[in-house]
């Protein structure tokens, strides 16, 4: 049946690598969306994982918080495999096409994501918010109805993503977390890339507004 959409999830495992190094990672799966449709959010290490989440509802979208191979690695196969194999559309922030090159050479996604661009599943919408420093097409996807945003690896129970590696700059990161995340309301829970949930406030007082 159709209701109120809700945020499903599930971890897989895999690797990351990037500039010559490569680590074992966890990455979390995000699900949003009823009983009826869904759009994922990120495509990392396992189709079969993803899958499991998404069960046999229509997938509208595959929303993509940045191309690290970590998070984008399954994306063209996933986009096969979804809907009966009638596909779903792979949505990227363009300024991220260098690092979606590191992974896909003969593919590339199927529509741009932009700042202020609203997506919507299952009656919910989400809002893009593009949060460049962990990577230069970062973003991240505040959804007001279920009191929650989905950071990708912009922001992390602990602080901000990881920078220091090709494409990624900490001051421009710092910077996109304050003018778009810290203006979200305290309670607002932030569903991470890796690792735990935390709140905006939480992490607001850590890092300084």
Not at 4 to 17: E, I, K, M, P, Y
Not at 88 to 108: S, V
Request: proline share 5%; charged share 25%.
């Amino acid at each position: 049946m159709t209701g109120r959409a809700r945020v499903d999830h599930a971890v897989s495992s895999g690797t990351f690598s990037l500039d010559g190094e490569t680590f074992e990672v966890d990455n979390n799966i995000w699900v949003v969306g009823d009983d009826e449709e869904c759009i994922v959010i990120d495509a990392p290490h396992s189709v079969d994982d993803i899958l499991a989440v998404v069960g046999q509802r229509r997938v509208n979208a595959i929303v993509c918080t940045h191309a690290h191979d970590d998070h984008v690695r399954v994306a063209p196969a996933l986009r096969e495999a979804v809907n009966g194999g009638a596909g779903a559309p792979i949505l990227l922030h363009p300024d991220d096409r260098p690092l979606w090159e590191l992974t896909h050479t003969d593919h590339l996604w199927d529509v741009d994501l932009s700042d202020g661009q609203e997506i919507t599943v299952a009656g919910t919408t989400l809002r893009v918010l593009h949060t460049p420093g962990h990577a230069p097409g970062a973003v991240c996807l505040y959804a007001p109805d279920l009191d929650c945003v989905f950071t990708g690896d912009t922001l992390f129970n602990g602080g901000p993503g990881a920078t220091g590696r090709s494409f990624s700059d900490r001051p421009t990161l710092e910077d996109s977390i304050r003018a778009k995340l810290f203006d979200l309301p305290d309670d607002t829970v932030v569903h991470t890339g890796h690792g735990d949930d935390t709140t905006i406030g939480a992490e607001a007082a850590a890092l300084g507004r």
